[in-house]
Protein backbone atom coordinates (compact mmCIF):
# COMPACT_ATOMS: atom_id res chain seq x y z
CA UNK A 1 0.00 0.00 0.00
CA UNK A 2 2.46 2.61 0.70
CA UNK A 3 4.64 1.83 -2.71
CA UNK A 4 1.45 2.62 -4.19
CA UNK A 5 0.24 5.78 -2.24
CA UNK A 6 3.65 6.66 -3.00
CA UNK A 7 3.73 6.26 -6.68
CA UNK A 8 0.62 7.85 -6.53
CA UNK A 9 1.47 10.90 -4.91
CA UNK A 10 -1.35 10.39 -2.41
CA UNK A 11 0.12 12.63 0.51
CA UNK A 12 -2.76 12.22 2.93
CA UNK A 13 -3.04 8.41 2.45
CA UNK A 14 0.41 8.49 2.75
CA UNK A 15 0.69 9.59 6.08
CA UNK A 16 -1.95 7.59 6.83
CA UNK A 17 -0.78 4.25 5.92
CA UNK A 18 2.72 4.93 7.72
CA UNK A 19 0.66 5.53 11.07
CA UNK A 20 -1.33 2.43 10.48
CA UNK A 21 2.05 0.70 9.71
CA UNK A 22 3.63 2.04 12.92
CA UNK A 23 0.76 0.93 15.06
CA UNK A 24 0.70 -2.78 13.77
CA UNK A 25 4.50 -2.53 14.36
CA UNK A 26 3.65 -1.57 18.43
CA UNK A 27 0.93 -4.34 18.86
CA UNK A 28 3.61 -6.67 16.46
CA UNK A 29 6.35 -6.20 18.60
CA UNK A 30 8.40 -4.54 15.56
CA UNK A 31 11.74 -2.31 16.40
CA UNK A 32 11.01 0.68 18.47
CA UNK A 33 13.61 2.65 16.12
CA UNK A 34 10.84 1.24 13.08
CA UNK A 35 7.71 2.90 14.16
CA UNK A 36 9.59 6.04 15.10
CA UNK A 37 10.93 7.10 11.64
CA UNK A 38 6.86 6.12 10.19
CA UNK A 39 5.73 8.05 12.82
CA UNK A 40 8.00 10.77 12.04
CA UNK A 41 7.51 10.83 8.10
CA UNK A 42 3.86 10.55 8.98
CA UNK A 43 4.23 13.86 10.72
CA UNK A 44 6.31 15.41 8.37
CA UNK A 45 3.66 14.68 5.68
CA UNK A 46 1.28 16.10 7.83
CA UNK A 47 2.84 18.92 8.74
CA UNK A 48 3.53 19.96 5.11
CA UNK A 49 0.12 19.40 4.30
CA UNK A 50 -1.58 21.30 6.87
CA UNK A 51 -3.43 18.74 8.25
CA UNK A 52 -3.35 19.78 11.96
CA UNK A 53 -6.13 16.42 13.06
CA UNK A 54 -3.43 14.17 11.46
CA UNK A 55 -0.64 15.75 13.42
CA UNK A 56 -1.99 15.86 16.57
CA UNK A 57 -2.49 12.01 16.29
CA UNK A 58 1.51 11.58 14.71
CA UNK A 59 2.12 13.21 17.60
CA UNK A 60 0.10 11.11 20.15
CA UNK A 61 0.84 7.96 18.72
CA UNK A 62 4.59 9.11 18.58
CA UNK A 63 4.11 10.05 22.71
CA UNK A 64 2.31 6.41 23.41
CA UNK A 65 5.35 4.11 21.53
CA UNK A 66 7.49 5.94 23.47
CA UNK A 67 6.00 5.56 26.85
CA UNK A 68 5.00 2.18 26.02
CA UNK A 69 8.41 0.82 24.22
CA UNK A 70 10.95 3.15 26.10
CA UNK A 71 10.46 2.58 29.56
CA UNK A 72 11.93 6.15 31.50
CA UNK A 73 11.78 7.77 28.94
CA UNK A 74 9.30 10.15 29.50
CA UNK A 75 10.47 13.45 28.90
CA UNK A 76 11.16 12.35 24.88
CA UNK A 77 7.25 11.06 25.36
CA UNK A 78 5.96 14.44 26.69
CA UNK A 79 8.31 16.34 24.10
CA UNK A 80 5.84 15.09 21.41
Given at each position: ALTLVRSAG???TEAEVLSDLALHGL???RPQHEIEVELQESLDIYQQI????GEAGALGMLAYSIYTQREGNYDLGIHY
Open positions: LRQYAGGDTT
